[in-house]
């Protein structure tokens, strides 16, 4: 069996339940190994749910996921060593240094004390922080943090690579330095990259496929020229507006959302 | 193994690095010393006590490990917060195996800060009765240390932020101190302080360090460690199972 062919994730019938409020609606999707893959969406709309499910995070209420051929819930351990993460909001310890993060990671991940060496090495020359290895994190900016939790989530060679708001927040310069980084990985290690993002001209300049989910529910998944013509919009943006737009979410839209606006709006204010 | 190491590896590094921490958490213990020991030793002697320096050292030392225990524990909110957690979760370790390596790396520096406050207590004056059995001494601040760890994870894993923090402080940690016997004996306290102290696991700690280096006990070494012991044990299962179930 050729291996390169096989889907690397298999999501069937995916549900995620909170009390009454359904985060991930029953949905379905496959990601091609060796795929970049796009999980775009509005804010609240089940991306990072879909994500803590994919990664052991968190057991879904109902459906199947496999992730390199195995079940996040009953293979935890196997699952967890097939992936690396770079998490929404930052995931580096303050009082420790460069190095000593990605040591930590290392040791965890039971990367061979020579491996680890040369890997940490090698990856900290590629994001540039090789100089800077011995510093506190609290001396690092934004920035050099995304950049230090790229390499980290590198470090032990995972299959599927998966960035949740990977340039959140970032400059230009920074973003597109992370993103070269990624794509040299996707092209030289064949890692799948699964990753979410705000910016649309990332996920088109850099997805092979893209899905979009809006209220927990799968409403595209394809090509950028799929998606286009199905759309019948010249941009990425142009169908996501035309998909996620106000119309649409007003009309599905209940109190919760509302809510969640609501406290988010009130949380940025701090 | 590595996982629990390089976990207790973490928080003694991070003890070592935040000076400001370790001055300010001795700053307690030593004005306890001060305060209560000049101000109240003339009274206690007066009173009938005898030496309140002697009373009181080990009281102090069992007040700092409370504190720095519990603290150690609940630090584990913070690393939720600033999101260290996660990178711990997702990694292809077991929950026993993290839980582990923290409680045994904040007991670690709680039994650390004990050992600072014991050598502070020797400048005011205090001298253990026997110096032989001081490493007893630390097996039973490691052990007190092990107690409040754990009971500060098991707290800290079902709380989701700091809210709760000052309920902790004033409703746990003072009264466990002031319960204890660590200040002033209760033998001759209203029944209800009484009953209150004989549920205090810290009144055994205190009991334990003073049998040691004073010679003076309520209940015997053995009694006090097996009662510490039952309690540490019975808190690691609560907060191992707590953690296991934290979602982030």
Same mark, same amino acid.
């Given at each position: 069996?050729?291996?390169?062919?096989?889907?690397?994730?298999?999501?069937?019938?995916?549900?995620?339940?909170?009390?009454?409020?359904?985060?991930?609606?029953?949905?379905?999707?496959?990601?091609?190994?060796?795929?970049?893959?796009?999980?775009?969406?509005?804010?609240?709309?089940?991306?990072?749910?879909?994500?803590?499910?994919?990664?052991?995070?968190?057991?879904?209420?109902?459906?199947?996921?496999?992730?390199?051929?195995?079940?996040?819930?009953?293979?935890?351990?196997?699952?967890?060593?097939?992936?690396?993460?770079?998490?929404?909001d930052?995931?580096?310890?303050?009082?420790?240094?460069?190095?000593?993060?990605?040591?930590?990671?290392?040791?965890?991940?039971?990367?061979?004390?020579?491996?680890?060496?040369?890997?940490?090495?090698e990856?900290?020359?590629?994001?540039?922080?090789?100089?800077?290895?011995?510093?506190?994190?609290?001396?690092?900016?934004?920035?050099?943090?995304?950049?230090?939790?790229?390499?980290?989530?590198?470090?032990?060679?995972?299959?599927?690579?998966?960035?949740?708001?990977?340039?959140?927040?970032?400059?230009?310069?920074?973003?597109?330095?992370?993103?070269?980084?990624?794509?040299?990985l996707?092209?030289?290690?064949?890692?799948?990259?699964?990753?979410?993002?705000?910016?649309?001209?990332e996920a088109?300049?850099?997805?092979?496929?893209?899905?979009?989910?809006?209220?927990?529910?799968?409403?595209?998944?394809?090509?950028?020229?799929?998606?286009?013509?199905?759309?019948?919009?010249?941009?990425?943006?142009?169908?996501f507006?035309?998909l996620?737009?106000?119309?649409?979410?007003?009309?599905?839209?209940?109190?919760?959302?509302?809510m969640?606006?609501?406290?988010?709006?009130?949380?940025?204010?701090? | 193994?590595?996982?629990?190491?390089?976990l207790?590896?973490?928080?003694?590094?991070?003890?070592?690095?935040?000076?400001?921490?370790?001055?300010?958490?001795?700053?307690?213990?030593?004005?306890?010393?001060?305060?209560?020991?000049f101000?109240?030793?003339?009274?206690?002697?007066?009173a009938?006590?005898?030496?309140y320096?002697?009373?009181?050292?080990?009281?102090?030392?069992?007040?700092?490990?409370?504190?720095?225990?519990?603290?150690?524990?609940?630090?584990?909110i913070?690393?939720?917060?600033?999101?260290?957690?996660?990178?711990?979760?997702?990694?292809?370790?077991?929950? /026993?195996?993290?839980?582990?390596?923290?409680?045994?790396? !904040? *007991?670690?520096? =709680?039994? $650390?800060?004990?050992?600072?406050? @014991? #050598?502070?207590?020797?400048?005011?004056?205090?001298?253990?009765?026997?110096?032989?059995?001081?490493?007893?001494?630390?097996?039973?601040?490691?052990?007190?240390?092990?107690?409040?760890?754990?009971?500060?994870?098991?707290i800290?894993?079902?709380?989701?932020?700091?809210?709760?923090?000052?309920?902790?402080?004033?409703?746990?940690?003072?009264?466990?101190?002031?319960?204890?016997?660590?200040?002033?004996?209760?033998?001759?306290?209203?029944?209800?302080?009484?009953?209150?102290?004989?549920?205090?696991?810290?009144?055994?700690?205190?009991?334990?360090?003073?049998?040691?280096?004073?010679?003076?006990?309520? /209940?015997?070494?053995?009694?006090?460690?097996?009662?510490? !012991? *039952?309690?540490? =044990?019975? $808190?690691?299962m609560?907060?191992? @199972? #707590?953690?296991?179930?934290?979602?982030?």
């Amino acid at each position: 069996m050729n291996k390169s062919n096989q889907n690397i994730i298999e999501v069937n019938n995916l549900t995620k339940k909170f009390n009454d409020f359904t985060a991930v609606d029953n949905i379905s999707f496959n990601v091609k190994r060796g795929e970049i893959f796009a999980f775009l969406g509005p804010n609240g709309a089940g991306k990072t749910t879909t994500i803590k499910m994919l990664t052991t995070l968190l057991k879904p209420t109902k459906g199947t996921i496999q992730v390199n051929g195995f079940n996040p819930v009953f293979n935890q351990d196997e699952v967890r060593r097939s992936f690396g993460i770079v998490f929404q909001d930052p995931s580096l310890d303050d009082e420790l240094t460069a190095l000593e993060n990605i040591e930590f990671h290392g040791v965890l991940y039971k990367v061979p004390r020579e491996v680890r060496v040369r890997r940490i090495e090698e990856l900290l020359l590629i994001v540039e922080l090789w100089e800077r290895r011995n510093d506190l994190i609290k001396t690092f900016s934004g920035g050099m943090k995304r950049r230090l939790e790229v390499a980290r989530g590198l470090l032990h060679h995972p299959q599927i690579f998966f960035l949740d708001e990977p340039t959140l927040g970032l400059d230009p310069q920074t973003r597109n330095k992370i993103w070269d980084y990624i794509k040299e990985l996707n092209q030289k290690e064949q890692t799948t990259i699964f990753f979410t993002t705000h910016y649309l001209e990332e996920a088109e300049k850099m997805a092979q496929i893209i899905a979009i989910i809006d209220h927990g529910k799968i409403i595209i998944h394809g090509t950028l020229r799929e998606l286009r013509e199905k759309t019948q919009t010249n941009s990425l943006e142009g169908a996501f507006i035309k998909l996620t737009g106000k119309s649409i979410r007003e009309e599905s839209g209940n109190g919760l959302d509302r809510m969640r606006m609501f406290r988010n709006r009130g949380m940025k204010r701090r | 193994m590595s996982t629990i190491y390089i976990l207790w590896l973490r928080q003694l590094k991070r003890y070592w690095r935040s000076k400001p921490r370790v001055v300010g958490s001795l700053g307690q213990p030593i004005l306890f010393l001060i305060a209560f020991g000049f101000g109240m030793g003339p009274m206690f002697a007066k009173a009938g006590g005898g030496n309140y320096i002697d009373f009181l050292a080990p009281g102090v030392m069992a007040q700092a490990i409370l504190f720095m225990a519990t603290f150690s524990g609940i630090e584990l909110i913070w690393d939720r917060q600033f999101g260290f957690l996660k990178e711990t979760l997702v990694a292809p370790v077991s929950r /026993l195996e993290i839980v582990i390596g923290r409680i045994l790396g !904040g *007991a670690t520096i =709680a039994t $650390l800060q004990g050992i600072i406050v @014991f #050598l502070l207590t020797l400048l005011v004056g205090f001298r253990p009765v026997n110096i032989v059995w001081l490493p007893v001494a630390v097996g039973v601040m490691f052990l007190t240390s092990l107690l409040y760890t754990s009971l500060g994870t098991a707290i800290a894993s079902t709380l989701k932020d700091f809210h709760g923090f000052q309920l902790i402080m004033n409703f746990l940690v003072m009264p466990s101190f002031f319960l204890s016997g660590a200040l002033f004996p209760l033998q001759n306290s209203p029944n209800i302080l009484r009953t209150i102290s004989k549920i205090n696991p810290l009144t055994y700690g205190v009991d334990a360090l003073r049998e040691i280096m004073v010679g003076t006990t309520h /209940l015997g070494l053995m009694a006090d460690v097996l009662v510490l !012991g *039952a309690v540490t =044990a019975f $808190l690691l299962m609560v907060s191992s @199972f #707590l953690f296991s179930k934290i979602e982030v």
